[in-house]
């Protein structure tokens, strides 16, 4: 199937920091999009910009040919595509299924594995690029499913990222974004550490940041988060409960081929720390704080 504005009917369940903005521009793109959020309300812009509210799972996966999940947890993703009311129970045959939620390789080749017997085209699309990508639509996705699946869908993948890549076959997204998660944890340790080394030597944080940022040791998380930790701004591009949860994905996926990876696991006891002292629900950022309190 050839994908555009004129057959396709696009659902989207997960209208959260990211999800939202990541619907609003398949929207605006001129999709029918119908959205589906466990908490209603996160779907309300939505619905005043044109989309259609689904009561629930099923109902909206009767309705669509191309469904996009945006969720917390690998338990949410099992539940809403395996479940007794998940999405492999009502879509059509024909349909393509995006798991754009970072979940576990293994759980995206179950799923892929299910769908084909029902003639379902199914693919684990995980994402780089925190609220501000998906605001602007310049995330990173990659892909792990078949080729010509890929191909299919790339259309409505390209309205929501730039920097877009099959890795391989199901699964392949997800190990790719663990990848990502691992880069990521050491470099915010890096980066929160340079801003506390900066305080407390007596330097003006934000020069220092102007000069590192542009040098070996500018990345994404010093130029978009180091100064919101400046500024205390703690509020959610990417939650720390998910990040952990990340982490976790990843170390027992490490552990599971046999590789160790000390790094993460000791980013990942920090992050713990954080969460502990009530900060699961800000963003990574946050981790800044541990840094304060020293």
Not at 262 to 290: C, D, I
Request: aromatic fraction near 6%; hydrophobic fraction near 45%.
């Amino acid at each position: 199937m050839k994908i555009n504005t004129s057959n396709t009917a696009v659902g989207f369940i997960g209208t959260g920091v990211m999800g939202k903005s990541m619907a609003a521009h398949i929207l605006r793109a001129g999709y029918p999009v119908v959205v589906y959020n466990r908490t209603a309300a996160k779907t309300a812009d939505l619905v005043s910009m044109g989309a259609q509210a689904a009561a629930d799972v099923a109902a909206l996966a009767t309705q669509c040919n191309v469904i996009i999940t945006m969720v917390g947890y690998p338990s949410d993703v099992e539940e809403i595509y395996l479940g007794e009311r998940g999405i492999l129970q009502f879509a059509k045959a024909g349909s393509y299924l995006l798991d754009m939620t970072t979940s576990t390789p293994s759980l995206a080749r179950r799923i892929s594995q299910a769908a084909g017997t029902k003639g379902i085209h199914a693919l684990d699309a995980p994402v780089s690029g925190g609220d501000i990508g998906a605001r602007e639509g310049r995330l990173t996705i990659m892909v792990g499913g078949e080729q010509d699946d890929f191909d299919a869908v790339l259309p409505v993948l390209a309205l929501m990222g730039r920097n877009i890549i099959r890795q391989g076959p199901a699964g392949a997204g997800q190990h790719t974004k663990m990848c990502n998660q691992i880069a990521i944890a050491g470099n915010m340790v890096g980066v929160c550490e340079a801003m506390a080394y900066a305080q407390k030597a007596g330097l003006d944080p934000d020069n220092v940041l102007k000069s590192i940022e542009a040098g070996a040791a500018g990345s994404w998380s010093l130029s978009n988060l180091a100064p919101r930790m400046l500024a205390g701004n703690f509020a959610p591009g990417f939650f720390v409960k998910h990040f952990i949860k990340d982490m976790t994905i990843a170390l027992e996926a490490a552990r599971e081929m046999g590789l160790l990876t000390p790094g993460l696991a000791l980013v990942k006891s920090l992050y713990e720390q954080l969460a502990a002292q009530g900060e699961e629900n800000s963003g990574t950022q946050a981790l800044f704080k541990l840094y304060l309190t020293k």
